[in-house]
């Protein structure tokens, strides 16, 4: 295949809110995209239970595939990456047992010092390097084992959101690595499960497929695939499952001295590390060891995003529609500086009101308690500002060079607000982009696959000939160094 002919390949990108299928021509080191579709990716509650339908997300890939076939004819393969942590049982017919439970559902909000009375916290994280959030795949087995012996006895094989879907449009198992280091059962120097960790929740290596790494074939879509969608069965990559992992790769950046935020319904915050930093100070700072596209180690920190901003959003039209625009609109022309929250708190995770809760945490704060649309937004744009620079900060402390740029890429970038808080927070340069930097990474890795590129580096410099990111360079530094003294001070963990 010559690097000057035209080359197309199908990103499958599944975030926590929404998904979308886009279509990457490369030629001459340049990479043009194409949005093939965009869809909703709901959580659809049963019995007050918290789902993601895994067969509406297939059907949704397939109508891509349709879309494709007759719009393009043939491209050279298809990647599919998606959120972390979750996952879906199946039963030893091959079936899944059930629609998967997302990280959202409330069943894990304790599920930690339960298990922590198996094998301690700190053991844990020294095994793994990942941060403790409830929502790991760990505690969701150990609650699941606790919650449904009958389901959890009929489990054959356990597969990660991308796995599955590749699953269902192959018929080939896998376990991809950057989705799996996610789970806080992966020991991050062999990049393998940990037995002592499977065996604490009743599983061994048996309960998983083979694992694979970025740029491995999956296999070729199946005959049912092909059938419903007219398309040839070309090949399945694993690419980066990980949608961040996928995201860090397509930072059009140039050496080692920048911070990554994926920005999206989560913020991912980190630098990228040759070998995994687990220690004292890490497992005290709650910092993260994630598996990257290229062997190295995602040092980062998961913050939460525009899932404030998203949740607010849906309340909001319900007496007016609101677009996002709209909503920063109005953020901007609200009086800053006047409350703030910590956008981690268990209390915004998933709350009957996202408004009541910001309103709620303000008023026991003994802040300003907002009540528009443009004091709430504010609110929770300048939290977020100074939660970046918080982690920030904290990663300075653990990385082996000065950070001297953010780069911000993902959906998150396109919010020109937030960017120029964030650049005036932290008091560095942002730049901005690509916002379909997911997409790019996984588009990349499958170009990869297929020889076109030969790593990293000329992945990047092919994102930095291709798209032109935005510059925010930090302004009245002095104002916003004084008002985050008084972020730290409301700063509740919890």
Known sequence: MSKNSLTTFLAIDLGATSGRSIL?????????????????NPIIEVNGRLY?????????????LKKVKSKQGSIESIGIDTWGV???SIGNDGMPLRMPLSYRDHHTLDAPEKYFSILPREEVYLKTGIQIMNFNSLFQLATLREDSPSLYSLTDKILFMPDALSYLMTGKMVTEYTIASTSQMINPYDKQFDNDLLSSVGLTEDHFAPIVFPGEVIGRLSESVCRQTAMESIPVIAVAGHDTASAVLATPAEGIHFAYLSSGTWSLMGIEALEPVITDETFAMNFTNEGGADGTIRLL?????MWLIEQCRKE????APLSYEEIVHAAENASSFKCFINPDSSRFAAPQSMTEAIQSYCRETGQFVPSTTGEIARCIYESLAFRYRQVLENLQKL????????????????????????ANAIGKPVIAGPSEATAIGNILMQAKAHGLVRDKQEMRRIVANSFQPEQFLPAKTAEWNAHYSEYLQIFREN
């Open 24 to 40: 990457g021509t490369i030629q001459n080191d340049t990479l043009v995209l194409e949005e093939i579709s965009r869809f909703p």
């Open 52 to 64: 993601w339908d895994l067969f509406y997300l297939y059907n949704e890939i397939l109508h891509s």
């Open 86 to 88: 979750d996952f879906v």
């Open 301 to 305: 920190k998961n913050i939460c995003g």
């Open 316 to 319: 909001w039209q319900e007496t």
């Open 399 to 422: 990385a082996g060079f000065p950070i001297d740029t953010l780069h911000i890429i993902g959906g998150g970038s396109l919010n020109r607000l937030l960017n120029t808080y964030t």
